[in-house]
């Protein structure tokens, strides 16, 4: 059974950084394309980055450099460093591995001044 576990939201204001932390079981992110997700009010889920097993990662063209996919294959976990954050960004973020049909809770991201 394949579980991730969300977390490292927060609110912070305009410009500021959070590090996103999903902690995978059931699966090894090392053998699996990881994916960020995330879902505003009202709003469908977007994509937001995938890390492959090889090659370079991809970003949704909204995150324009501000964000970074990433994995630690010893603690089976990935993360998404975020950067200048905007009002925008203020949605519950989720991770998924591809092919995968399994979601975690999601962490809240909220930018506000």
């Known amino acids: 059974q394949v579980q991730l576990v969300e977390s490292g939201g927060g609110v912070v204001q305009p410009g500021g950084s959070l590090r996103l932390s999903c902690a995978v079981s059931g699966l090894y992110v090392s053998r699996n394309a990881m994916s960020w997700y995330r879902q505003a009010p009202g709003n469908e889920r977007e994509w937001v980055a995938t890390?492959?097993?090889?090659?370079?990662?991809t970003y949704a063209g909204f995150v324009k450099g501000r964000f970074t996919i990433s994995r630690d294959n010893n603690k089976n976990t990935v993360y998404l460093q975020m950067n200048s954050l905007q009002f925008e960004d203020t949605a519950v973020y989720y991770c998924?591995?591809?092919?995968?049909?399994?979601w975690g809770q999601g962490t809240q991201v909220t930018v506000s001044s």
């Open positions: 998924k591995a591809l092919g995968w049909n399994s």
């Open positions: 890390i492959p097993r090889a090659a370079l990662s």
